[in-house]
């Protein structure tokens, strides 16, 4: 079982350049989720969505846009990228949207923007 | 508005005595809490959550959590410490009354539990 399967793993890019985060889940979750994890702050959540066809807005959204077109994947888009967009980025999923069902994570996109 | 704190970036124990992460939270109702264990370059593991009903809530790997209310804590801890368990652990809630949006956590800054030999 693959759970969730984010690309790519590293990435370095040059600002001002236009970056997409590709995320795929295997378990038929409603709910998935992006996050940025760095150093002192924890995890902020950037976007969500509670279903295929709807998206939110998180804690951190601002530079970025997701797109929900089916239940499986849930890319992040850089459109035009920052230093301060430098992190590492993790996809989740959760089957119970709008509940306590836990989070299952990938592995984590690591962006480093120059 | 919902917030949790770790207090501690670092814990440090010694393999097989008793470990403490301890955890705050703040919610306007009644929380959902979790907590995720990370080790290095991965992503978050789920560990235990709680949900309502026994405050003394087990997990994986040996782990468990005790949620206060009068005190607003959800400490997670473990009776023996290996090695093993040497990760980065973070804590997060979730306000039960706050419907919509999915299950959007909020989560703490993440402790740095190292169990020595």
């Known amino acids: 079982i693959a759970g969730i399967t984010q690309a790519p793993t590293s990435q370095i890019l040059a600002a001002g350049r236009r970056m997409t985060l590709r995320c795929t889940q295997d378990?038929?979750?409603?709910?998935m989720y992006w996050y940025r994890q760095d150093l002192g702050l924890g995890l902020r959540l950037i976007h969500y969505?509670?279903?295929?066809?709807?998206?939110g807005k998180g804690e951190v959204p601002d530079g970025y846009s997701v797109s929900r077109a089916n239940t499986d994947d849930f890319p992040l888009t850089l459109a035009s990228a920052v230093p301060s967009q430098t992190s590492v980025y993790f996809c989740?999923?959760?089957?119970?949207?709008?509940?306590?069902?836990?989070?299952?994570f990938g592995e984590g996109s690591r962006l480093t923007v120059l | 508005a919902q917030s949790v704190a770790q207090p501690e970036d670092q814990v440090n124990v010694a393999e097989g005595n008793p470990l403490t992460v301890k955890c705050t939270y703040s919610?306007?109702?009644?929380?959902?809490l979790f907590w995720y264990v990370q080790y290095p370059n991965r992503g978050l593991q789920f560990l235990l959550k709680y949900i309502t009903g026994d405050n003394l809530v087990k997990g994986s790997y040996g782990f468990e959590a005790e949620f206060n209310k009068s005190q607003t804590s959800f400490h997670l801890k473990k009776p023996s410490a290996l090695v093993s368990d040497s990760a980065l652990y973070f804590c997060?809630?979730?306000?039960?009354?706050?419907?919509?949006?999915?299950?959007?956590?909020?989560f703490g800054t993440g402790t740095q539990l190292k169990v020595e030999l």
């Open positions: 378990m038929r979750h409603n709910a």
């Open positions: 919610v306007s109702g009644n929380p959902y």
């Open positions: 969505s509670n279903t295929a066809g709807t998206t």
């Open positions: 997060a809630v979730r306000d039960q009354g706050v419907t919509g949006g999915g299950n959007k956590l909020t």
């Open positions: 989740a999923s959760s089957a119970l949207s709008g509940s306590a069902g836990e989070l299952f």
